[in-house]
């Protein structure tokens, strides 16, 4: 049976943009990686699973997000984040739910991805 999400994989135009994006921005560090005879990255969240897997030696899809809409991320500190899309002009929405209150910052990659980041209700602007 699943018990939880290994990563997601990503097709980039920009290894430095695309990079700078998830690690420089959100916060993701690069990490070990087999060689599997084709450039790439993963990018680890603190622990010892890469969450992400970034490779940039294919073409990009017709259809940039296919049947998946975004991938989402646990986050923490989200005023300290908004001032890192503030500080570089990154455009972003950002928005509560209703009910549970759990702030979504959201922005697309430089390759089109969407990325979603969920903060806790009780974080604060």
Same mark, same amino acid.
């Given at each position: 049976m699943i018990h939880g999400m290994n990563h997601f994989t990503i097709t980039a135009e920009d290894r430095v943009k695309?990079?700078?994006?998830?690690?420089?921005?959100?916060?993701?560090n690069? *990490? %070990?990686?087999?060689?599997?005879?084709?450039p790439g990255a993963w990018l680890y969240a603190g622990g010892e699973q890469a969450v992400l897997h970034i490779y940039w030696d294919r073409p990009m899809p017709a259809t940039r997000t296919g049947v998946i809409d975004h991938m989402a991320f646990s986050a923490r500190g989200l005023k300290e984040m908004k001032a890192r899309f503030d500080a570089r *002009? %990154?455009?972003?929405?950002l928005r509560q739910q209703k009910g549970a209150g759990t702030?979504?910052?959201f922005s697309h990659?430089?390759?089109?991805?969407?990325?979603?980041?969920?903060?806790?209700?009780?974080?604060?602007?």
């Amino acid at each position: 049976m699943i018990h939880g999400m290994n990563h997601f994989t990503i097709t980039a135009e920009d290894r430095v943009k695309t990079l700078d994006y998830y690690c420089g921005l959100l916060g993701l560090n690069e *990490g %070990w990686r087999p060689d599997l005879g084709f450039p790439g990255a993963w990018l680890y969240a603190g622990g010892e699973q890469a969450v992400l897997h970034i490779y940039w030696d294919r073409p990009m899809p017709a259809t940039r997000t296919g049947v998946i809409d975004h991938m989402a991320f646990s986050a923490r500190g989200l005023k300290e984040m908004k001032a890192r899309f503030d500080a570089r *002009g %990154w455009t972003y929405e950002l928005r509560q739910q209703k009910g549970a209150g759990t702030w979504q910052l959201f922005s697309h990659d430089p390759n089109g991805a969407r990325v979603e980041l969920d903060f806790d209700a009780s974080e604060t602007l």
